[in-house]
Each structure stands twice: as C-alpha cells, then as structure tokens.
C-alpha cells in the first residue's frame, strides 16, 4: 500500500510537472515567423537525412579531391529543390587526391592486421611493399643522425613518440592511486621531454623529418597522431613525396615499437591504392534568397563543407554545413519577404587556413561591403552556448535585440560577452571580421570535440546528437531573420584593442595548393 501511495504520488507530481512546463511553453509569446521556424525545425527535421546523404554517401570531403566537387554539387541539387538558386564559386585550386584502399599487415614475427590509415595525399605503393621496422635513435648531434640515416634505406621507420599506456589521463586519474598517479604524470612529462630532445638532436623537426628519411631511401613512414583519447588519432596529411606514409593506431604502433626496440626485427606489409589525379578546381557553395526590399544588403549563413579525411567530417563541419541548409530550407518556406538578401555560404578548404571564405571576401568586394553580419557556426554537434561581440563597439546593442526574438528554450543557454575580441582566426567568421564585418561564431557545446572527434578516425555520423542541431537551425535562422528585418545596417564601430594588438587584416586565400 505505501509503494503503490508513493508510486501515485510520483506520478502526479510528475503529471504537475509536465502541465506547468507546457503552460510555460504555451504562453511564450514568439513572432509568428520565428514560431512557424520552430514548428518546422522540431516538426518537420531534414536534418538526419541531410547528414546522411553528406556523411554516409559523400563521405569525407577533402579539398582537391572528388569527394569535394561532389559535396558542392550535391549542396547545390538540395538548394535548388528548395527553390533557392545556387552555384559553385572557384577560389583557387588544389593538389588533386583519391584515398583508396590501406591495408597495413605485420608479417613477422607473427602476422596480425594492423588498424592504420594512409595520410592525405600519400603517394600510393602501386603495389605491396614489405620491410623491416625501425625506431628513431637516441642520438646526441645531428651528425650521429646523419650517420644512422645510412642504415634505413629499404626500411619503415616508426617517427612518433612511444606511449607507455593507451588509457586517457582522466581515467588514470579516477583508478590509480594517488602516489601513483603522481608517478604516472611525472613519467608522461619526461617522456615527452625526452622525445622531445631526440627530434632536437636530429637537427630537425616533425615536419623536415619525413623528407630527411625519405631522402635517405626509407620505404615508408609511420606515426601515430594519438588523442589521448581511447582509439581516436589525428589524421592530417603526409609530409613525402614519393614513400607511403602511414598512421596506425596507438595500440598496434606500441607494439611494433616495443619489438622493434628489443630485436625482433617486425616486418610489415603495405598496400595503399590512393590516386594522385593532378590538379582540380577549388569552389564554395554560394546560394542565394534575393532581398525584396534591400536586395543588395546581405546577410550570410556560413559554415565550411570541406573536412579532413580520417572520418567523415561529421562534427567538422557536418553539422555545421547541415544547420545552415536547414536554416536556410525553413527561412525560404516561412520568410517569403525577406527584407535583405540572405547568402548561405558553404566554405571549401577551411581547413588548410580558412582559403574558401577568404576568397569570398577578397572577390566580392560590393557583397561585403553591404553585409548587415555573417552567422557561421562549425566547432561540433553540440547546442550554442557562446555568442560574443567580435570587438564590436555596438554590437550588444544588435545582438541582445536579435537574440531577443529566439525562444528561451534556445537563448538561456548562451552566454554573451561584448564587445569581445576580433577573430583571428580558428573559423571562417574570422575571415569576414578582418574585412569590418560583424562575423558572429555561434560556439556549441563541446561534447568532447577537441579530444574525440575534432580531425579524427572517430568524426562519423553516430556522434551527431540531432537534437542538439536542431536548436543551433532554430538560432541560426532566428538570428537571420532578426539581422534581415533590421531597418538600418548595424554599426561597424570598432574597439580600441590592449596595447600591441591590431585587428586581424584582410588575407588573400591559398589559390593553389598542394597539401
């Protein structure tokens, strides 16, 4: 009887619960435009099924390869099913490279398959190639190094520092005890010291030491770019020109470290089928919903579509390319007079140093001098939290207005900070800052992006949490909406900056590049 009481009690306390939360959202009083976009956004997602033809069809999206052009054209087929008109824009262009297949196998002093992944834009084997792996030596000048580099033609050479445990610190840290966790964290600082010294005593450094041993005839080249994360590695490119260069994750690389240190002599076989297709035309997607009233004021929903190719550019940038599809699918069905000319602009090579945005600013002169902001949003899956003012003088007059119009479900969990400082860089809003521009990063919640997904094998569609998009398209479209509606273009009044710091400068793009 007492549990079935207290049960019941639960229930309708619960029950109170939900009624009051749904009064609540009852009573918010949101502009009919901002409703109909919330009633979209939460009623009527694409959004999985955008991630999923993006993701899992597409795939990664490196500048200069084919996977690339294919994400601008298929951006531009969704755009204009939308009845939004869209084209490629070319900025520049690009080393052009297909991943194909890696198959890395140990072949003594027992075969085991090896979980590793070529690098972008590592020349291919063409066919297998087998060898003996051999670790760095502890040398003390760069003349003993010169002298062990006779001994590696024909060789693989592991060239990253060894770690002694897979597990992430924090993990360390909750079962060790607590002397030896002390221990732990001494021992990690001198071994990264010491592999420090080592690649100072070689006379050069993790980005001349790949072309040193290639040089010397080693066979190929491999690393591991671990995390600290549990089976997540960084995957960038390769610094060789004519050796495969290879990363192979930190379990499978200890190994090979550890027998190769104590005489065993590992031999390993790889097989990497990529393609070097020569040189391919770079682009943006630019799409477009004129203005009715000021058509040629601007404001600008930007995201970057290219990727690193570990994984699928899932949270970098997926999810951004995703929410400003949708924003911009939504304000087209639910905004049909919108005041300004709304720009969806969907960045190529981001990641080699922000080339695609950069261009749009350098080439369209006219189009940046009447932009009212640019809303861009990239780093991870997780919801807004963080708007600051770019070093805006007035931009807490604005943006607090603009911000007004969202729900309180989507605002309360932003914090603001004005007038903030100019991006320098980091993301494709930095580019439109240094141009005078109101460039305003919608930052998410992390969800572990720097540690876990950021450029990893692990960036794929599961780490998406949809839910958590869905209030970044309700921001993103909010806000554009607002800025558009906005009667005058905002002020572009710039802070005095600290002492020895100047506002970022306009930077031509990379027009050509190779990796």
Known sequence: ?????????????????????????????LDPIVQSIVNET?????????????LDVIGPRLVGTPEMEQANDWTIDKFKS???????????EWASWQRGITQVEMTSPRVKSLESMQLAWSPATKKAIEAEVVVLPNVNNPAEFTNWLKSI?????????????????????????????????????????????????????????????EKAGAAGIAISNWTGIM?????????????????????????????????????????????SLGTAKSFNTIATIPGKEKPNEYVILSAHLDSWDGAQGATDNGTGTITMMEAARILKKYYPNNKRTIIIGLWGSEEQGLNGSRGFVYDNPEIIKNTQAVFNQDNGTGRVVNIQGQGFVD????????MAALPKKVSKNIETSFPGMPGGGGSDHASFVAAGIPGISLSSNSWGYGGYTWHTNRDTYDKIMFDEVRNNVI???????????????????????????KWPEVKEPKRKGTN
């Not at 990690?188 to 010491?194: G, M, P, R, S, V």
Request: proline content about 4%; overall charge positive.
């Open 1 to 29: 009887m007492k549990l079935n009481m207290k049960m019941t009690l639960a229930a309708l306390l619960l029950s109170s619960q939900v009624v009051v939360a749904q009064q609540s959202n009852a009573t918010e009083k």
């Open 42 to 54: 939460n009623n009527n997602s694409q959004l999985e099924n955008l991630a999923f033809e993006l």
């Open 82 to 92: 939308w009845g939004i008109d869209a084209k490629k824009q070319q900025f520049g």
């Open 153 to 213: 033609k024909g060789k693989i050479v592991l060239m990253s520092q060894y770690q002694r445990t897979g597990r992430p610190d924090y993990q360390v840290k909750e079962f060790a005890l607590p002397e030896n966790y002390e221990a732990y964290k001494k021992q990690k600082e001198q071994d990264t010291e010491a592999f420090r010294t080592l690649v100072k005593n070689t006379g050069f450094d993790n980005a001349t030491l790949p072309e040193a041993l």
């Open 231 to 275: 089976g997540a590695n960084r995957i960038f490119g390769a610094k060789t020109k004519n050796i495969p260069m290879i990363d192979i994750a930190l379990e499978d690389y200890g190994m090979l470290y550890r027998l190769a240190k104590n005489g065993k002599a590992p031999k390993v076989k790889i097989n990497t089928q990529s393609k």
């Open 395 to 402: 931009s807490y007059d604005y943006l607090t207005r603009w």
């Open 475 to 501: 921001a993103a479209a909010v806000m554009a909406y607002m800025a558009s509606e906005d009667p005058e273009l905002v002020s572009r009044k710039k802070r005095v900056l600290p002492d020895g710091q």
